[in-house]
């Protein structure tokens, strides 16, 4: 019964951590990749199936096969993640536009976010 329902736990924290990683791929402040990479671990452990069908995604399924072989992502796709993440704060920087420390908060987060970023290995 305790193995039943830490199964399901997961599977439900999994598909939570999914539906935040689309959030993230809309919102600037919230980042896509770590959601995904924790839900492919809540389903590694819970659901083969909708393991298999994350990495399998469009978009995003060979980075998470990347992470889950090596722990590394290819250096292009790394490249892209910063063109992206650049491009949305910048968006949203300008659109504050006389909110100084929105602005600011905006600017703290985009630093924190590029250094994590660079710390991961390159394949």
Same mark, same amino acid.
Request: aromatic letters at 18%; glycine letters at 6%; proline letters at 8%.
């Given at each position: 019964m305790r193995n039943f329902f830490y199964r399901y736990l997961l599977?439900?924290?999994?598909?939570?951590?999914?539906v935040l990683g689309i959030v993230g791929l809309i919102?600037?402040?919230m980042p896509t990749t770590p959601f995904l990479i924790l839900a492919l671990a809540c +389903? /590694?452990? *819970?659901?083969?199936k909708f393991h298999?069908?994350?990495?399998q995604?469009?978009?995003v399924g060979d980075v998470l096969q990347d992470w889950e072989k090596e722990k590394k992502i290819d250096k292009k796709k790394k490249k892209q993640i910063y063109l992206i993440i650049i491009a949305? +704060? /910048?968006? *949203?920087i300008l659109l504050?536009?006389?909110?100084l420390i929105l602005q600011l908060m905006l600017l703290a987060l985009l630093a924190i976010l590029l250094f994590f970023i660079?710390?991961?290995?390159e394949k």
């Open positions: 599977i439900f924290m999994g598909c939570i951590l999914v919102l600037p402040i +389903f /590694s452990r *819970s659901s083969p298999q069908w994350l990495l995604a469009p978009y949305t +704060f /910048s968006i *949203s504050l536009y006389g909110q660079y710390r991961i290995d």
